[in-house]
């Protein structure tokens, strides 16, 4: 038989049940005890379903209260000192402040899990470093599925790929030398899951659809030649997704393990090669159902896969799964209410994948008249939306058609945009602004959670949505912020928002997927071609700049944010997606200046979130990405400022790109790596205006004048004092306005200071 296998979950809990409980516990209104119980709950549920679903290979492990690279961290003992001395397992406390910093200590890095909206906490190795088992989740999970009577497969993060994403604490160390203490420590949770009974183990290594060099390729060999010959009753499947292994190929064939999996949506092409080279005895796991898009599976196409393979191998050296887990995923497209029928017809969301799965699975030992019905239904589906007129929209497709290259370029170059802007804006030396988002207290989304359920009209959600606004404003007067933000309360999520008001969208009631610890989004899925019927923003910037003399920022998503953030149609490339999405965001900034707004942002924190993850891939996406950020900017008058942001990622690989943006002015998160973003632009001179963020919104920590204002010093080295603007890393809704009041007024007071400072120093060099 070709078994269903899965590698990976959703954690969140159907109705967010993790993130509420996680939260409360956070606020001091729940035990830890309480949190365990319903962690225990959410992971029962998952198991038992699975099984259910038919799944032979379910996963255990893939529960996380905040992150599994954390968790791999907390088990290997790499605890930074700075969290205390840990004599045995992380407790929940110091787990939440190693993710989330505290008052007295930062919080461990945080950086996007590969492509993904996921984002991971960095592990932070010294040259030295001490490994040891510290907790023995992977055996405690497994032990607790055992008991339910589901046999489990454990997953766990692979050393290399554990060792490849984090970084280095001491000055800069190659981290595969830490591969010998490190090992040790594998070896003895896979004896200990042995020794629980678990017959495979699943190890991920997504790191092997990377470029890799020698040297890696060889850590692997290492590694895999000590944890392979474990133990005969030890059977470890090594998993890799979110590419194609490529050059790779070869090396990962000889490695001594029982199975290996290959994501065939990303990379179908690497199939041929592995099945005619694989080593005999290796399973290949073929993940055929598309862990990362929502739409239903053509089941007729995977089996074409998967046939060929089965042929050659055999049944029994063939598991059907997802193309990487299921956290990527929505949960369950039964909890949709208001989708249409249509619409649902071409949708999966992870329990309907379960589904397909083992479809494809049963189909693969007995043959396609197995699931006749199912391939019938899914061809009719198919065939449905292929012809819907829901999709296509010909005005929408004749003007993209039309658009020119002057569209993507400014009138004037940046030189002499900036000294009109000057004039017509009249800013300070190191002009204040925050990223655009205020607080989101519980009151704001209960107002809106009531005017969703008809319980207030719109009037009288707005009139409050008005107040906070008009609060919000005043409040940046009274301490200075020089460019003031209107503070978005009007938006559930800066791409849902637009989403909502876009022709090409469709959005869900319950569709969450975890983008890091207890924070969640709900993306839109695009699926026709995109256009704006109406201003998306107008009235509510045009509220916020009626409320002060000072510039107040109009605040939009721009186009390849909010294709990444989305669920994306898989039946036209990306691109001409993008140029779309471009399009409509650009009528809005051209509405925007019209209606007397002089400064306007256009977020792109997920451009480098989608620069491929092969280096080969890079050129041509960096290309209509910058572009289409372009089209979207590009229409309006010199004097009018562009803005734009960007966070959590690594961005030295990309000065030239975010240059070619050509923004005016762009903030960037920098501060949780301490201006480690500096050095990238020490090597390539940034020539417009930049603000690297001097504080963490990311935790609940209250900076201090001081430590901002030699941030900003330490900026003052790379860029010249012309070009510095001061803001923090991000926008502000996660926190509360008791963190997020003293925060900016020490901000504003760290900008002041040294204006003071630098005007005293005048003619000298700054
Ligand atoms: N990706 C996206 N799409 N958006 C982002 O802002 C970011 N930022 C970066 C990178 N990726 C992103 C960091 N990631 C959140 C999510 C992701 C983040 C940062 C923050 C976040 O705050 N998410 C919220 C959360 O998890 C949900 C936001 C939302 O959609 O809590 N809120 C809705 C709204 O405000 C629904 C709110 C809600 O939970 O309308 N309502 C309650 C319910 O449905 C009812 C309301 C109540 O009574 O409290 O149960
Ligand atoms: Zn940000």
Same mark, same amino acid.
């Given at each position: 038989m070709a078994l269903a296998t899965n590698l990976g979950y959703p954690r969140?809990? =159907?109705? !967010?049940g993790l993130k509420k409980a996680l939260e409360a516990f956070w606020a001091g209104k729940t035990s830890s005890n309480d949190l365990l119980e319903t962690a225990r709950a959410i992971r029962k549920a998952n198991w038992l379903l699975q099984k259910e679903a038919g799944i032979a290979h379910i996963p255990s492990n893939d529960f996380s209260f905040y992150d599994h690279v954390l968790d791999t961290a907390c088990v290997v003992g790499a605890i930074p000192k700075r969290f205390g001395q840990v004599s045995g397992s992380v407790d929940l406390q110091t787990y939440s402040t190693m993710a989330r910093g505290s008052q007295s200590v930062t919080a461990m890095e945080m950086t996007k899990w590969f492509d993904t909206n996921y984002h991971y906490i960095v592990p932070e190795l010294a040259v030295n470093q001490d490994f040891w088992l510290a907790s023995r989740k992977p055996v405690e999970e497994y032990l607790e599925a055992k008991a339910l009577g589901v046999e489990t497969r454990p997953v766990i993060l692979g050393p290399v790929s554990f060792l490849l994403l984090a970084k280095s604490q001491d000055a800069d160390f190659n981290r595969l030398t830490l591969l010998d203490r490190l090992l040790p420590v594998y070896e003895e949770l896979l004896a200990e899951l042995v020794k629980a009974g678990a017959e495979w183990v699943q190890m991920d290594?997504?790191?092997?659809v990377l470029d890799l060099d020698a040297a890696a390729l060889s850590a692997y060999k290492k590694a895999y030649a000590m944890l392979g010959g474990i133990s005969p009753k030890l059977k470890i499947l090594l998993t890799t997704y979110f590419g194609n292994l490529d050059k790779n190929m070869d090396a990962v064939l000889k490695l001594p393990v029982a199975g290996l999996h290959l994501d065939? =949506? !990303? /990379?179908?092409?690497?199939l041929a090669k592995a099945v005619s080279k694989a080593p005999a005895k290796m399973v290949l796991s073929l993940g055929v159902i598309d862990g990362r898009n929502i739409w239903r599976a053509d089941l007729a196409g995977a089996l074409a896969l998967v046939e060929p393979a089965v042929k050659k191998l055999g049944q029994d050296r063939v598991l059907i799964g997802p193309s990487c887990s299921f956290l990527h995923s929505p949960i369950d497209l039964e909890a949709e209410t208001k989708l249409d029928r249509e619409m649902k017809s071409w949708l999966a969301f992870a329990k309907q994948k379960l589904g397909e799965i083992a479809a494809v699975a049963r189909a693969a030992s007995k043959g396609r008249r197995a699931v006749a019905a199912a391939l019938e239904d899914c061809r009719k589906a198919m065939r449905a939306k292929k012809t819907s007129p829901r999709i296509v929209n010909p005005a929408v497709r004749k003007r993209l058609a039309k /658009? *020119?290259? *002057?569209? /993507?370029? !400014?009138?004037?170059?940046y030189a002499k945009r900036i000294k009109l802007q000057n004039k017509h804006l009249g800013l300070p030396h190191f002009p204040t602004t925050t990223i655009g988002s205020l607080p989101q207290t519980p009151e704001v989304r209960a107002n809106r959670a009531s005017y969703k359920a008809g319980r207030i009209d719109r009037a009288a959600y707005e009139n409050f949505i008005k107040e906070e606004t008009k609060r919000a404003v005043l409040w940046q007067e009274e301490i200075g912020v020089d460019v003031l933000v209107h503070g978005e309360f009007e938006r559930n999520d800066m791409v849902e928002y637009f989403g909502e008001q876009l022709k090409g969208f469709a959005f869900t009631e319950n569709g969450w997927v975890q983008s890091y610890g207890s924070r969640c989004v709900k993306p839109p899925i695009i699926y026709g071609d995109v256009s704006r019927p109406d201003p998306m923003t107008v009235r509510w910037s045009r509220y916020a700049q009626s409320l002060s003399s000072r510039p107040v920022k109009g605040m939009l998503t721009g186009p390849v944010t909010i294709l990444q953030w989305s669920f994306v149609r898989n039946d036209q490339p990306r691109s001409t997606t993008c140029r779309q999405v471009a399009l409509a965001i650009r009528d809005e900034v051209v509405d925007l200046e019209a209606a007397g707004i002089k400064v306007i942002q256009i977020d792109e924190p997920a451009l480098r979130e989608g620069l491929p993850l092969r280096k080969k891939d890079r050129k041509s996406y960096l290309k209509w990405g910058v572009e289409a950020f372009r089209f979207s900017s590009c229409g309006v008058k010199d004097e009018t400022q562009i803005h734009t942001h960007m966070c959590y990622c690594e961005f030295g690989d990309i000065p030239e790109a975010i240059a070619a943006l050509d923004a005016d002015v762009i903030s960037m998160e920098a501060s949780r790596s301490k201006m480690e973003l500096l050095d990238s632009f020490r090597k390539f001179r940034y020539p417009n205006g930049i603000g690297p963020g001097v504080y963490d919104i990311h935790s609940p920590r209250v900076p201090s004048k001081e430590e901002m204002e030699s941030l900003l010093m330490k900026a003052l080295d790379v860029f010249n004092k012309e070009q510095l603007w001061v803001n923090p890393d991000c926008g502000l809704k996660t926190r509360r306005w008791e963190e997020v009041r003293p925060s900016v007024a020490a901000m504003v007071a760290a900008a002041k200071s040294l204006r003071k400072k630098i005007n005293s120093h005048a003619g000298a060099a700054v």
């Amino acid at each position: 038989m070709a078994l269903a296998t899965n590698l990976g979950y959703p954690r969140i809990g =159907v109705q !967010r049940g993790l993130k509420k409980a996680l939260e409360a516990f956070w606020a001091g209104k729940t035990s830890s005890n309480d949190l365990l119980e319903t962690a225990r709950a959410i992971r029962k549920a998952n198991w038992l379903l699975q099984k259910e679903a038919g799944i032979a290979h379910i996963p255990s492990n893939d529960f996380s209260f905040y992150d599994h690279v954390l968790d791999t961290a907390c088990v290997v003992g790499a605890i930074p000192k700075r969290f205390g001395q840990v004599s045995g397992s992380v407790d929940l406390q110091t787990y939440s402040t190693m993710a989330r910093g505290s008052q007295s200590v930062t919080a461990m890095e945080m950086t996007k899990w590969f492509d993904t909206n996921y984002h991971y906490i960095v592990p932070e190795l010294a040259v030295n470093q001490d490994f040891w088992l510290a907790s023995r989740k992977p055996v405690e999970e497994y032990l607790e599925a055992k008991a339910l009577g589901v046999e489990t497969r454990p997953v766990i993060l692979g050393p290399v790929s554990f060792l490849l994403l984090a970084k280095s604490q001491d000055a800069d160390f190659n981290r595969l030398t830490l591969l010998d203490r490190l090992l040790p420590v594998y070896e003895e949770l896979l004896a200990e899951l042995v020794k629980a009974g678990a017959e495979w183990v699943q190890m991920d290594e997504p790191c092997l659809v990377l470029d890799l060099d020698a040297a890696a390729l060889s850590a692997y060999k290492k590694a895999y030649a000590m944890l392979g010959g474990i133990s005969p009753k030890l059977k470890i499947l090594l998993t890799t997704y979110f590419g194609n292994l490529d050059k790779n190929m070869d090396a990962v064939l000889k490695l001594p393990v029982a199975g290996l999996h290959l994501d065939l =949506v !990303r /990379a179908p092409e690497q199939l041929a090669k592995a099945v005619s080279k694989a080593p005999a005895k290796m399973v290949l796991s073929l993940g055929v159902i598309d862990g990362r898009n929502i739409w239903r599976a053509d089941l007729a196409g995977a089996l074409a896969l998967v046939e060929p393979a089965v042929k050659k191998l055999g049944q029994d050296r063939v598991l059907i799964g997802p193309s990487c887990s299921f956290l990527h995923s929505p949960i369950d497209l039964e909890a949709e209410t208001k989708l249409d029928r249509e619409m649902k017809s071409w949708l999966a969301f992870a329990k309907q994948k379960l589904g397909e799965i083992a479809a494809v699975a049963r189909a693969a030992s007995k043959g396609r008249r197995a699931v006749a019905a199912a391939l019938e239904d899914c061809r009719k589906a198919m065939r449905a939306k292929k012809t819907s007129p829901r999709i296509v929209n010909p005005a929408v497709r004749k003007r993209l058609a039309k /658009a *020119t290259k *002057t569209m /993507a370029k !400014r009138k004037s170059p940046y030189a002499k945009r900036i000294k009109l802007q000057n004039k017509h804006l009249g800013l300070p030396h190191f002009p204040t602004t925050t990223i655009g988002s205020l607080p989101q207290t519980p009151e704001v989304r209960a107002n809106r959670a009531s005017y969703k359920a008809g319980r207030i009209d719109r009037a009288a959600y707005e009139n409050f949505i008005k107040e906070e606004t008009k609060r919000a404003v005043l409040w940046q007067e009274e301490i200075g912020v020089d460019v003031l933000v209107h503070g978005e309360f009007e938006r559930n999520d800066m791409v849902e928002y637009f989403g909502e008001q876009l022709k090409g969208f469709a959005f869900t009631e319950n569709g969450w997927v975890q983008s890091y610890g207890s924070r969640c989004v709900k993306p839109p899925i695009i699926y026709g071609d995109v256009s704006r019927p109406d201003p998306m923003t107008v009235r509510w910037s045009r509220y916020a700049q009626s409320l002060s003399s000072r510039p107040v920022k109009g605040m939009l998503t721009g186009p390849v944010t909010i294709l990444q953030w989305s669920f994306v149609r898989n039946d036209q490339p990306r691109s001409t997606t993008c140029r779309q999405v471009a399009l409509a965001i650009r009528d809005e900034v051209v509405d925007l200046e019209a209606a007397g707004i002089k400064v306007i942002q256009i977020d792109e924190p997920a451009l480098r979130e989608g620069l491929p993850l092969r280096k080969k891939d890079r050129k041509s996406y960096l290309k209509w990405g910058v572009e289409a950020f372009r089209f979207s900017s590009c229409g309006v008058k010199d004097e009018t400022q562009i803005h734009t942001h960007m966070c959590y990622c690594e961005f030295g690989d990309i000065p030239e790109a975010i240059a070619a943006l050509d923004a005016d002015v762009i903030s960037m998160e920098a501060s949780r790596s301490k201006m480690e973003l500096l050095d990238s632009f020490r090597k390539f001179r940034y020539p417009n205006g930049i603000g690297p963020g001097v504080y963490d919104i990311h935790s609940p920590r209250v900076p201090s004048k001081e430590e901002m204002e030699s941030l900003l010093m330490k900026a003052l080295d790379v860029f010249n004092k012309e070009q510095l603007w001061v803001n923090p890393d991000c926008g502000l809704k996660t926190r509360r306005w008791e963190e997020v009041r003293p925060s900016v007024a020490a901000m504003v007071a760290a900008a002041k200071s040294l204006r003071k400072k630098i005007n005293s120093h005048a003619g000298a060099a700054v």
